[in-house]
């Protein structure tokens, strides 16, 4: 009797330890998908001056083909025109651009995730034959708050992006049930390129607080801000969670940055969550460097994703050699006149345009590859030119 005691408590002492050795090694098997699931952290300012050493000078454009009023008909499948995407980015490469500012659009993953897919990464073969990585953008809080799918509106004439919509709109940024598709949208499409060195960065949110007083502001969502604030910084959190090997940033663009407790809640968010610190200045020289240097304390490279308003005295002639001074990567608005029309001035939502500006607010190329102004093709083709 005694040794069948015995043996029945040594079978069970053996299952004991059998079985937690067993939890030990699921234990062992679940913190590295844990630690995957928390994603990477925000990169030292060592990490982001070592990605930045490996860039050369960035000079590029936000880019919007001429075809396309938007977003949506850049991407969606009826009107993705890879023709006159190859053809553009053909005269950005001709005059030394290495890099464009792309926009995409969360309903165009919701739509058809796998399409969106495919056709972004031939969007990038064509960037990569040109020699241009591209800084691709999540979400944006500029112009219309009411996207929709299918074919989009024709422009108003002689009206400064009249057919631009927000990203996510009015209906999706107040409806929180719509986040996790959002969430989807978000790790689906940085997941699907966080490897990808056709990649240059992930702007995760434009502006997020531009209310659009001059143009939308009568139909924005009331209080605004405080919706896209935790959401930008939930995004920022998603982008991280599938390892990115590009840096993440959001540009700052309005405001006093000249010390920190002068930045507004969302700024600080903006500047702390980034990897790279990305800013817009649309005024001149002056104004232009007065920023970059109140931004240089932070220690991370500067890029600027939004420059180059003639109308508003920020010209490429006087903000371009700054940006070179101080090794800033600089990229205006618009490549090619066309249907979004931002050869027009803000102030058109407001005043009528009955013909061509004299002075382009933006943009560098006509229709036909011709400049607005060879003096500028050529300053930026010496510029970029120059070690």
Known sequence: MKLLKTTIWAVAACLMLQNCAKKADEKKEEAPAQEQAAGREIWTKE????????????????????????????????????ATIDKELGWAQNIGMNTMRVYLHDLLYQQDSAGFIKRLDTFLDITK??????VLVLFDSCWDPFPKLGKQRDPKPGVHNSGWVQNPGFDALKDSTQYPRLE??????????????????????NEPDNTNNSSYGKVELPKKVDYVLPLMVKSFEWARSVNPSQPLSSGVWAGDWSAPEKLKPIEKAQIEESDVITFHNYENAQEFEKR???LEP?????????????????????????????????????LVDGKSQTIYPW?????????????????????????????????????TAAK
């Not at 050369?56 to 919007?64: E, H, P, Q, S």
């Not at 109308?311 to 101080?326: H, R, W």
Request: charged share 25%; with cysteine; aromatic share 16%.
């Open 184 to 205: 989807r949208y978000v790790k689906g499409t940085v997941a699907a390129f966080a490897n990808d060195d056709r990649v240059l960065m992930w702007d995760i949110w």
């Open 298 to 334: 932070y220690g991370r490279p500067l890029i600027c994703t939004e420059y180059m308003s003639r109308g508003n005295g920020s010209f490429f002639e006087t903000s371009l050699p700054v940006a070179k001074k101080y090794n800033v990567g600089a990229i205006n608005w618009g």
């Open 129 to 134: 034959k040109h020699n241009i990585k591209p």
């Open 47 to 82: 990490q982001a001056k070592e990605w930045y050493a490996k860039q050369g000078w960035l000079v590029g454009a936000d880019f919007l083909p001429s075809t396309a009023i938007n977003q949506l008909e850049m991407f969606q499948a009826e009107s993705f025109d890879t």
């Open 292 to 294: 970059i240097k109140w």
């Open 347 to 383: 102030d058109s939502w407001k005043k009528t345009y009955t013909k061509e500006p004299d002075l382009w607010f933006h943009d560098i190329f006509r229709k036909d590859g011709t400049p607005y102004k060879q003096a500028e093709v050529d300053l930026i083709k010496k510029l």
